[in-house]
């Protein structure tokens, strides 16, 4: 699935969370530097990405159908995120976002280039911990400018148990 998101009531609602991304991290590199900042936001992202993930623990070991489902297609059969699945068969499932309303909040926010790989760098925590508590090993290629879409994420079967 690629193009525009279809299900603005979502989108919005997820676009809403990406500003508050925004806000939070902000105040807390006012408050405490940019380090402290990026260490406390992928903290978070991490915490709420492991609750994720254990949702997913029954696609594991190489359920790959069920992670195209469950994680990228989630939420809505994608119609938030707009997955473009480029690799789904019985050793990896590779999929690149081509919509991402927490990116577009940033975008609309006037963030610069630099703040956007940021942000994604702290919100790509969740991810990470989604797919490592789901039982999965990943690769995640963030957004960079000048890509079309977002992120890129490779997910095979765990090597190291």
């Known amino acids: 699935m690629t ?11 997820i676009k809403d969370r990406g500003t508050a991304y925004l806000m939070v991290f902000r105040e807390l590199k006012a408050r405490y ?19 994720i993930g254990r949702s997913l623990a029954d696609c594991a070991p190489r359920d790959f159908q069920c992670m ?7 939420p809505d059969d994608g119609s938030v995120f707009c ?11 590779e999929v690149k976002m081509m919509a991402c309303p927490i990116k ?3 975008v ?16 790509s925590a969740l991810d990470e911990a989604t797919l490592e508590a789901a039982g999965f090993d990943y690769e995640i ?10 992120c890129l994420t490779r997910i095979t079967e765990k090597t190291n148990l």
């Open 108 to 123: 609309e926010a006037g963030c610069s280039e630099a703040e956007i790989i940021t942000l994604l760098y702290c919100a």
């Open 141 to 150: 290629e963030l957004w960079s400018p000048g890509q079309e879409g977002c």
């Open 33 to 51: 530097g940019e380090d402290e900042a990026k260490d406390v936001m992928r903290s978070a992202s991490r915490a709420h990405g492991l609750h």
């Open 83 to 93: 997955p473009d699945i480029r690799r789904l068969d019985s050793t990896c499932l």
């Open 104 to 106: 577009d909040a940033w």
């Open 68 to 74: 195209a489902r469950g994680f990228a297609k989630s």
């Open 3 to 13: 193009g525009k998101p279809t299900n603005k009531l979502l989108y919005d609602a």
